[in-house]
């Protein structure tokens, strides 16, 4: 294998990494955005 292959891959899997990251990241702000409205639903009672 050249190193042209590894740097392929390692670019590949950096990319994948980040894309993870911020697919978790927008799962938690959905879950942050849930719970406050909940929360200010609760506080108009």
Partial sequence: MQS???LLY???AVWL???A???M???AQK???RRL???EML???
Wanted: aromatic share 12%; hydrophobic share 40%.
């Fill in 4 to 6: 042209t292959d590894w």
């Fill in 10 to 12: 390692a670019n590949a």
């Fill in 17 to 19: 990494g980040i894309g």
């Fill in 21 to 23: 990251y911020v697919f």
């Fill in 25 to 27: 990241l927008a799962r």
């Fill in 31 to 33: 879950t942050l955005e």
């Fill in 37 to 39: 409205r909940q929360m």
């Fill in 43 to 45: 506080n108009d009672d």
